[in-house]
């Protein structure tokens, strides 16, 4: 059945995540595209043609890239079961955090991943002050980012789990440690037992293989 | 003044200040505006972004909002008339996509122009014109990012259309081609004529020189 919605993805990107867990929370129905990221599509060469990334969603034949502008694309075609608060001050604060986590714990993570023996363990550092500054500030004393429930902070800040999670495996440094870092380690598993969540997660064998792979023959 | 007050914590040369002054005034919003001095940031600045410790903030009801497209979103929402972002949902993509795209690629690059020499600046000032074309798709041969009249994205990125041609002047470089770029060239003249853009944008000489002694103290650790 052809749906309106659609999702061009890649198994192991946490970007298609939040997509795919923002439509699944709005029970938004929609089809699944896997791209062979070697081998692009023509269609999501098309669909994005500045950045040729996933996730691009396309809603009634027009598409969308950048998963934060797609989550805010979602959240304001399908506005119940908000993922963003309905005050603008609360909702600036949830802004900065998504920003600071797609921009500063991105890169980050990033040079985490591919920093090689020499420059691992400052990479390790940097990434634990960021964990800090995000349990401290953003999460403090709540359950979720989002409050007593998840909102858009919390899927954006999934980077903390399974992709921090196989970095930590696949370099061999771990960062996010429940003895440093107590509440944000308690958010990682009370974030991957929440309903659709739970069920939507990539495997982690399948990561830490994946990524190895990839962190020894990059191109 | 508590309560009501609007403030604005920024800097003169700051594009990301310019943003949200250009906001403000679009929307007729009165506020308070302190100019920092960066080298001893003020308390109110320190308190209000802990995070950054950047400007510009804005400060409203006693609460502190920061990073400028944020700022801009909180402005939208508060302050309803003059609309800054499209009311279709998927136009306010598209703003959103450009205002991102300029932050993401094109800021980079036209930084790497100030601070980089020899082969890594040939190679930054090759990105920014790349990134430059790019962006003139985004105006999808509109007279401006909003369409008709300036919009959100187009107060986001005006700030390109001063820093281009300052730092093609400055480093004797070219980034914007009046032929390779003819829609993008047309779109950075009606920004730069319009009254509230132009508004608050830096006095040019003052920003070539303050961007010539940058480039002098970063690049100066480079060739020794």
New interface residues.
């Given amino acids: 059945m052809d749906k309106e919605v659609k999702l061009h993805g890649f198994w192991s990107s946490p970007y298609v995540y939040w997509v795919i867990w923002a439509l699944k929370l709005k029970g938004i129905e929609y089809d699944y595209i896997e791209e062979d990221l070697p081998n692009k599509s023509e269609l999501l060469l098309r669909y994005n ?2 950045y040729k990334k996933v996730p691009v969603l396309v ?1 009634a034949g ?1 598409p ?3 998963s ?3 989550l ?2 979602i959240e ?2 399908w506005p119940h079961n908000p993922l963003l608060p309905k005050d ?2 609360e ?2 604060v949830a ?2 955090w998504i ?2 986590a797609t921009d500063k714990v991105r890169s980050a993570l990033l040079s985490f991943f591919w920093e090689g023996e020499d420059g691992k363990k400052e990479a390790a550092e940097q990434m634990f002050d960021l964990l800090k ?1 995000s349990e401290e ?1 953003a999460l403090g004393d709540k359950k979720f980012f989002g409050g007593n429930s998840i909102n858009m902070v919390d899927l954006i800040f999934a980077l903390f789990t399974c992709w921090i999670q196989t970095t930590e495996q696949v370099v061999g440094i771990k960062v996010l440690e429940p003895s440093r870092l107590p509440r944000l380690h308690a958010w990682v598993n009370n974030f991957k037992e929440e309903p659709i969540i739970k069920e939507n997660l990539p495997d982690s064998e399948r990561m830490v293989e994946h990524y190895t792979r990839i962190r020894s023959n990059p191109n | 003044m508590a309560g009501e007050g609007v403030k604005l914590l920024g800097y003169w040369a700051s594009p990301f200040a310019l943003r949200v002054r250009s906001a403000l005034k679009l929307k007729g919003i009165e506020y308070e505006y302190q100019e920092e001095d960066l080298g001893n940031k003020s308390p109110l600045l320190l308190q209000g972004n802990p995070v950054y410790k950047k400007v510009p903030v804005l400060l409203h009801n006693g609460k502190s909002i920061s990073e400028s497209l944020v700022i801009l979103e909180y402005i939208d929402e508060v302050w309803k008339h003059n609309p800054l972002l499209p009311e279709d949902p998927y136009e306010r993509a598209r703003s959103r996509f450009w205002a991102k795209f300029v932050d993401e690629k094109c800021v980079p690059a036209l930084v790497g122009v100030i601070t980089k020499v020899g082969e890594e600046l040939e190679k930054s000032a090759r990105e920014a014109r790349e990134h430059l074309k790019t962006l003139e798709s985004g105006l999808d041969g509109k007279r401006c990012f909003g369409g008709t009249k300036i919009g959100f994205a187009d107060v986001a990125i005006a700030w390109i259309a001063y820093w281009v041609r300052m730092e093609q002047e400055a480093f004797k470089i070219q980034l914007i081609d009046q032929q390779n770029m003819p829609l993008l060239a047309a779109w950075i003249d009606y920004v730069l004529e319009d009254p509230v853009m132009k508004e608050f944008m830096p006095p040019y000489d003052k920003l070539v020189k303050h961007t010539r002694d940058l480039r002098e103290k970063l690049t100066a650790v480079v060739s020794n």
């Fill in positions: 043609p500045v809603h027009k969308i890239s950048e934060p502008v797609i805010e694309y304001e075609v603008p001050y909702r600036s802004r900065f920003n600071f500054i500030q």
